[in-house]
């Protein structure tokens, strides 16, 4: 991936979080981030991977229709 297209994944993966209200919801604290994604990422690698991606695809997509 080249620096330019990198540098906006990275910024729209920033403005998720922020869509997602976890800036405001953990005071900015990035530990408490950092601690939230990596809890994440071992529910995406145990048994119950597919249902998580399932459920969170759905709330997500819901989120990015127009209401």
Partial sequence: MKR????????ELGGLVQKAGLIELTDDDRAVLLGAFLAVAAKLQGEERERALTLWRRRGGREFSPK
């Fill in 4 to 11: 330019r297209e990198r540098t906006r994944h990275l910024i």
